[in-house]
């Protein structure tokens, strides 16, 4: 065990905040979020135009819970994005917006957001800042129709100018601080706290047992380039062999090509996190499969051929997949459920604020 790692692994929010330069271990605010980063990682990135400040994740941890954002006043982002389930929703096409109609893509798990390079499962969205505003005005989401409307109310209520004005200093609330609060909650979604991530920390106590560690192996070995790195993917689109045919132009089903309109493009979509992937079923971008032994079998040989396949997927003289025998499969299977990171899905400061 390095003490140099445990060193960083214990600095608190306060330094995260201050970035990581110098000093020792502090004191943690209590309760707060992140207090630990995935191994390897010192800081915590953030925009220069919106630093993350504790009053401004505060901010934006209450406006995440407040269903008073919809248009019809019952629909928050935490209806779709449930702490216990990853920030994802445990159903394959969410009906849970104001129209109750099924949205068209699974609702992707919200986990170390700080680090992804492209967002939404095309990465149709670049940035934290501005993505909040599709899910609020999306009719079959949050369905505000009148962002104005919407200010003007929480404008009218002093608890929540109160909250604004802690966050942002003085002055009316608005839509760019309400989005930058938004994105400051977004970014303390950090999940490094699994048995994994102990394991790799070297905490006391801490073991993968010998299957699990077999595991790993397999997945460092077998699911690469794209599952990669402490944060399990490497922010990048691939076709892993789900459809033989994709829609056109932009509609949904083309995936990545949908935003760049590019052929190569077609069928491809964001490699999702694998941390926290035992409690964020049903999988992939249209929650198809159930558990996470349908998938496991759609990689062994359920796969199906299409021009934009990934050529990781192909094997000689074989249908494409990925090579793993039955005790592997179940070695990869035991090693992802490591990966459950129960502080993380059950921390308070990530939770619902009390009520003002
Ligand atoms: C009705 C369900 C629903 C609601 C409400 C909702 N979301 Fe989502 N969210 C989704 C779905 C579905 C996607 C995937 C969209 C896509 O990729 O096309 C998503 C994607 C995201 C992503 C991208 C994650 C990634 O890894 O790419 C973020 C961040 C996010 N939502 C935050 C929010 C915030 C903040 C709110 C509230 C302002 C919110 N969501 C409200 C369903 C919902
Ligand atoms: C060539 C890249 C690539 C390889 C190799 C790969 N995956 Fe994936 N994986 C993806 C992509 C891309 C998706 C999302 C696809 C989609 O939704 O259309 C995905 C989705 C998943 C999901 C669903 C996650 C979720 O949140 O829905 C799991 C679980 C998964 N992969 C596990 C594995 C395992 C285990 C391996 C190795 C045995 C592996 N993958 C190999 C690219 C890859």
């Known amino acids: 065990m390095n003490r ?32 630990v980063l995935p191994v390897g990682f010192t800081f915590l990135p953030q925009p220069e135009d919106n630093p993350l400040t504790q009053e401004g994740v505060e901010l934006g941890r209450w406006l995440f819970h407040a ?27 969410s009906t849970a917006g104001v129209t109750q109609h ?20 095309d990465g ?16 079959d989401e949050m369905g505000q129709a009148d962002l104005e409307g919407m200010m003007a109310g929480l404008s009218a209520d002093p608890d929540v100018v109160r909250r604004f004005e802690a966050a ?21 979604l950090v999940s490094a706290r699994s048995r994994y991530d102990r394991w790799r920390r070297g905490e006391p106590g801490a073991f993968l047992t010998e299957q699990e560690s077999r595991g790993l192996a397999l997945v460092r070995q077998r699911c690469k380039p794209c599952h990669d790195s402490e944060l399990f993917t490497d922010n990048a689109f691939h076709n892993n062999g789900l459809d033989e045919r994709f829609g056109q132009g932009e509609d949904v089903s083309r995936g990545r090509g949908r935003v760049t309109l590019r052929d190569e493009d077609a069928g491809r979509y964001k490699t999702p ?3 926290n992937v035992a409690v964020t079923a049903p999988y992939m971008h249209d929650g198809r499969f159930a558990t996470l032994e349908a998938v496991l079998l759609h990689y062994r040989g359920g796969m199906v051929r299409s021009a934009t396949l990934d050529g990781a997927f192909l094997r000689e003289g074989q249908a494409p ?31 619902p604020p009390d009520a003002p």
């Open 4 to 35: 140099h790692t445990l060193r960083h692994a214990a600095w608190g929010l306060s330094t995260l905040l201050l970035g990581a330069c110098g000093g020792g271990p502090e004191a943690l605010p209590p309760g707060s979020s992140p207090e």
């Open 67 to 93: 269903p008073r954002l919809s248009g019809n006043g019952q629909v928050s982002c935490a209806t779709c994005h449930v702490q216990e389930h990853g920030f994802s929703d445990g159903v394959a096409r």
């Open 102 to 121: 099924p949205l068209s893509r699974h609702t992707p798990a919200l986990v170390n957001l700080a680090w992804m390079e492209g967002l939404f499962w």
């Open 124 to 139: 149709g969205a670049k940035n934290l800042e501005s993505l909040s505003l599709a899910p609020l005005t999306q009719a």
């Open 273 to 275: 996190t694998l941390r």
């Open 321 to 351: 997949g990925v090579t793993l025998d039955d005790a592997e499969a179940e070695a990869v299977l035991a090693f992802l459920h490591a990966l459950t990171d129960e502080a993380f899905l059950s921390d308070p400061s990530l939770g």
């Open 168 to 188: 942002f200093g003085p002055g009316e609330p608005t839509l760019g601080k309400l989005l930058r609060g938004l994105a400051q909650y977004a970014r303390t």
